[in-house]
């Protein structure tokens, strides 16, 4: 029986170990970014190995496991050390954004507007709002967001809803068929700022991903006022893209350990909706927020805008 527990931890730790340097060969080969979505269950697998290698008293499965389990869970703390942004919940927020991929296609919008009337942020970030229900949308929530943005020649792009009048606005294209975002820019107060609803490719569109990334490179290191990225990025917190587009362009996220996808089934397990900011912009509260029909969970934010004004270039 301890032979075959050996043999069977081996295995484990070969598996493991092989799975590993395939996620860390994404930035190279893309596909491999689907392991890194999945890096917790990698690390608590990896743990696992290493509780059993203990209860047989081996030093070299120990050792292995040990190793494996180290570079794992370093994988998985450093995202959240190095991109998470620093909250502040003791300042009264300046504005509350909210973004939510509504998969509205599947008739819940009734559900999702209750949401959004409910949540009452200042901004609404909205991701696969397809046309037949976009005048619908628009129409319910005209009353409470007067100022609406979104491209309409697409069939379900990004769409931006504000209580605020924007000074400007654009829409950063694919070429696919729909935008990889809508942004607009505001003036609250004597402070600038801008906001985009983004929705990148999804997760198996490995080709179309990387060029979605480095559009929003370029896109966030032209702006000079503080920027708000949000929206459904189809990335996780521990993929090497997500990782890029905060590195590059010097973004902070609100969230790491969260799940917000598929909540449509029993419990979401990975995050990939997020808000991420640039210097100028400060979290005070971050939360996913309840069901409401989508396959996505909402991700509603309070922010602080700094006390600095800034001309923004285009």
């Known amino acids: 029986m301890r032979a075959l527990s050996s043999h069977l931890i081996?295995?484990?730790?070969?598996?493991?170990?092989?799975v590993t340097l395939a996620g860390l060969l994404a930035p190279w080969w893309p596909a491999l970014e689907l392991i890194n979505h999945f890096r917790p269950f990698l690390a608590l697998g990896t743990g696992l190995l290493l509780v059993l290698s203990l209860g047989l008293r081996s030093r070299r499965l120990t050792a292995t496991a040990s190793a494996l389990f180290t570079v794992n869970l370093a994988l998985l703390i450093v995202?959240?050390?190095?991109?998470g942004a620093l909250k502040h919940a003791a300042a009264e927020p300046d504005l509350r954004v909210a973004t939510l991929n509504t998969w509205i296609v599947n008739g819940q919008a009734n559900r999702i507007m209750g949401f959004i009337k409910q949540t009452d942020a200042d901004v609404i970030l909205l991701q696969e709002v397809g046309q037949g229900d976009q005048a619908a949308v628009l129409n319910q929530l005209a009353s409470a967001y007067p100022y609406v943005l979104f491209d309409e020649h697409s069939r379900s792009g990004p769409a931006l809803l504000s209580k605020w009048r924007w000074s400007d606005s654009g829409i950063i294209p694919t070429?696919?068929?729909?935008?990889?975002?809508v942004w607009a820019r505001f003036e609250q107060d004597g402070r600038l700022f801008e906001i985009a609803s983004v929705h990148t490719a999804n997760p198996f569109e490995w080709l179309h991903q990387p060029g979605?990334?480095?559009r929003l490179i370029r896109f966030?290191?032209?702006?000079q006022a503080p920027l708000i990225l949000g929206g459904d990025f189809n990335?996780?917190?521990f993929s090497w893209k997500l990782i890029k587009l905060a590195e590059w362009a010097d973004l902070r996220w609100g969230q790491t350990f969260a799940a917000s996808w598929?909540?449509?089934?029993?419990?979401?397990?990975?995050?990939?909706?997020?808000?991420?900011?640039?210097k100028g912009v400060v979290l005070t509260a971050v939360e996913t927020g309840p069901r409401v029909g989508s396959d996505h969970l909402p991700v509603v934010v309070d922010l602080i805008l700094e006390d600095r004004q800034t001309e923004t270039g285009d």
């Open 262 to 278: 598929p909540a449509n089934r029993l419990i979401p397990i990975v995050l990939i909706d997020h808000v991420l900011v640039s």
């Open 220 to 223: 966030a290191r032209s702006r």
């Open 235 to 237: 990335l996780t917190p």
């Open 175 to 181: 070429g696919r068929g729909r935008p990889l975002a």
């Open 79 to 83: 995202p959240a050390l190095c991109y």
């Open 10 to 18: 081996d295995a484990g730790l070969s598996l493991g170990t092989a």
């Open 212 to 214: 979605d990334i480095d």
